[in-house]
């Protein structure tokens, strides 16, 4: 058996990326981040490759945000 689950909780998820489970709930409920819902209850679970790669589609956003934006030093004028 794999050392790591394939399923995560919001919990989990939110401590992956240094945030909040109601930021992640967000996330899942806007359909930015995948899940499922799951059991009675409908507790939600996120793919741990589906985490992965909406983590990389968030370095490539702000890879694009900086192209467009580039930094402009005010003080070095």
């Known amino acids: 058996m794999a050392s790591t689950p394939r399923f995560l909780t919001l919990a989990d998820v939110a401590e992956v990326l240094n945030t ?6 967000a996330l899942v ?11 009675g209850r409908g507790q939600w679970r996120v793919e741990g490759s589906r985490l992965e790669e909406y983590i990389q589609q968030q370095y490539r956003s702000a890879e694009q945000y900086v192209a467009e934006h580039p ?3 005010s003080e070095s004028d």
Do not use: H, N, T
Not at 20 to 25: E, F, T
Not at 29 to 39: D, Q, S, T, V, Y
């Open 71 to 73: 930094f402009v030093d």
């Open 20 to 25: 909040s489970s109601a930021q992640v709930y």
């Open 29 to 39: 409920r806007r359909g930015e981040l995948p899940a499922i819902k799951i059991g």
